[in-house]
């Protein structure tokens, strides 16, 4: 075959470092929210959905065909960081935790992930961020070592 196709899409999940609220004031979050899908569209990974609350972020994207998950993240953690502390409300002391979550998501499925990145708000008033982590882990068959997750 002589075209090389792909259809990937990635659910991403990260938390600010220790799960600090750096990321409370809702404009620096909606343009942290802008600031990311530019970051993808010029690494050929369309964010479909990016949203967050004071303490971590969800991006469902597109995955490249030309970059790896890991070099992805790394990318987008590293740019998003010094771009937060550069901003009137952010932080010099702000930083990404270490880890990261990527979870596959069928066609199928796009819409619903994109309704539950959407309602973050509204879902966090139930469940703190590590009780979301563990059921998304669970949900794709991933058993996680609470010594290691958490920084």
């Known amino acids: 075959m002589p075209q090389s196709l792909s259809n990937v899409l990635l659910h991403i999940v990260f938390s600010t470092k220790e799960r600090r ?9 909606e343009n942290l929210h ?4 530019g970051v993808m569209r010029n690494l050929e990974c369309d964010s479909l959905c990016t949203n967050s609350v004071a303490d971590h972020i969800h ?4 995955l490249s065909r030309k970059i790896a998950i890991a ?3 790394r990318e987008v953690k590293t740019s998003s960081s010094a771009w937060v502390k550069d901003q009137p ?3 010099p002391a ?11 998501v069928s ?3 796009m819409e619903l992930v994109k309704r539950y990145i959407t309602n973050q708000e509204e879902h966090h008033r139930k469940i703190t961020f590590q009780e979301e982590f563990r ?16 920084d």
């Open 21 to 29: 609220p750096y990321l409370q004031v809702p404009q620096l979050r």
């Open 34 to 37: 802008g600031y990311l899908i």
């Open 59 to 62: 991006i469902l994207c597109q």
């Open 71 to 73: 070099d992805l993240i």
């Open 89 to 91: 409300n952010g932080s």
């Open 94 to 104: 702000f930083h990404w935790q270490l880890g990261y979550g990527a979870f596959s």
């Open 107 to 109: 066609q199928s499925n």
């Open 135 to 150: 059921e998304l882990c669970r949900r794709h068959g991933i058993e996680i070592d609470e010594r290691y997750i958490w």
